[in-house]
């Protein structure tokens, strides 16, 4: 995965935990914590908390790729609005199963690498984002752009059996 990524489930996990404690402590009747914080560092933690809420925020709905039948718009942190390409901008595609056995599907434009199985369907008409990529794909076909797939470590991979198939018939349009 990449860094929003990483920072969501971490911040999760941290959010998640306070939840947890804060259960207890009622149940318990005992302080969520067992040292003081008195009532101005209570403020400034809060406010970190929010700001750091926040950034996180930002940053996981700020990096998207919008991908349509006509263009690829990509947005970043430092690049909110983005940037759009059409499909002839796209270098190459790779395509196929790292080393842990998750499937990606990259298009490479301007050296960089955007992988398409990170994206959140936001499309209705997809059942899933593999179909979403398997529509892509075959736009993309129609341009011969230059494209590499693998289908090594697809045996270590735990998708379920479903988006194996959809994700094979990706691999070899």
């Known amino acids: ?21 804060k259960i207890k402590s009622k ?30 925020m930002y940053n996981f709905l700020a990096n998207m790729v919008i991908v349509t039948d006509e263009y690829i718009a990509i947005h970043t942190t430092f690049n909110p609005v983005g940037k759009t390409y059409g499909y002839e901008d796209i270098e190459k595609i790779k395509a196929g199963y790292d080393h842990k056995g998750e499937a990606y599907y990259e298009i490479w434009i301007s050296g960089k690498g955007y992988d398409l199985t990170d994206l959140i369907t936001a499309n209705e008409k997809y059942e899933d984002t593999y179909d979403e990529i398997y529509v892509f794909d075959k736009i993309a076909a129609k341009y011969n752009i230059k ?13 379920d059996d479903k988006y194996k198939k959809k994700f094979a018939e990706i691999l070899d349009n």
Not at 10 to 17: F, K
Not at 35 to 41: L, S, T, V
Not at 147 to 154: M, P
């Open 1 to 21: 995965g990449n860094l929003p990524q990483s920072l969501m489930l971490i911040y999760s996990v941290l959010v998640g935990m306070y939840v947890v404690l």
């Open 27 to 56: 149940i318990t009747s005992k302080p969520l914590f067992d040292f003081n914080i008195n009532r101005k560092n209570k403020r400034k933690i809060l406010i970190i908390f929010i700001l750091v809420s926040a950034m996180v």
């Open 147 to 159: 494209k590499e797939t693998s289908h090594n470590d697809e045996d270590i991979s735990n998708l």
